[in-house]
């Protein structure tokens, strides 16, 4: 095998285990991975760092790459922040009429 295909195979294992991310740098070193590979894993195109300390596939699009971005950004939220009104409801997989937008993710801290 060579090294594309087995860094592929072990990119797709990853998301097999932990689910499509984007994960805690700790899930993905308590999945088997060294600093190092994952290093190497975005140096090279495989994963990417969608925030400071997160880890995500870059081999995902449309909704899925829509529930990363969703998820890294809460992730980095303060405790407490959420997603609401359309967002909430696209994440779980709510029906919504055509034209429904999402919006961004907000938090509000107390002054």
Known sequence: ?????????RVSALVEGLGMGPWRLAEVEAAGWTRKQIRWAVDNGRLARPSRGL??????????RWVQQCIAALAVAPTGSAVSH??????????????????????FRNA
């Open 55 to 64: 880890i995500a596939p870059v081999d995902v699009d449309g909704d899925a």
């Open 86 to 107: 359309s967002t909430a409801s696209r994440l779980d997989g709510l029906w919504l009429p055509a034209g429904a937008r999402s919006w961004n993710v907000r938090s």
């Open 1 to 9: 095998m060579g090294a594309h295909a087995a860094s592929h195979a």
